[in-house]
């Protein structure tokens, strides 16, 4: 394996280093999202039986 071809490969295995982490950084960017949304739901159904519906 010649210089070239090493180098060649070494940047192919940074892009895909980068990429995989860029892909990893997003589901956590996500799951961060949907966990908050998840408190926030929580957080309104604890309030239920606790205040009276005067629009049913």
């Given at each position: 394996?010649?210089?070239?071809?090493?180098?060649?490969?070494?940047?192919?295995?940074?892009?895909?280093?980068?990429?995989g982490?860029?892909?990893?950084?997003?589901?956590?960017?996500?799951?961060?999202?949907?966990?908050?949304?998840l408190?926030?739901?929580?957080?309104?159904?604890s309030?239920?039986?606790?205040?009276?519906?005067?629009?049913?």
């Open positions: 394996m010649d210089i070239t071809t090493a180098a060649i490969a070494m940047n192919q295995a940074n892009i895909q280093n980068e990429i982490t860029s892909v990893l950084k997003k589901v956590l960017d996500i799951t961060t999202e949907q966990g908050a949304e408190v926030k739901i929580m957080a309104q159904q309030g239920v039986g606790q205040r009276v519906d005067l629009h049913a």
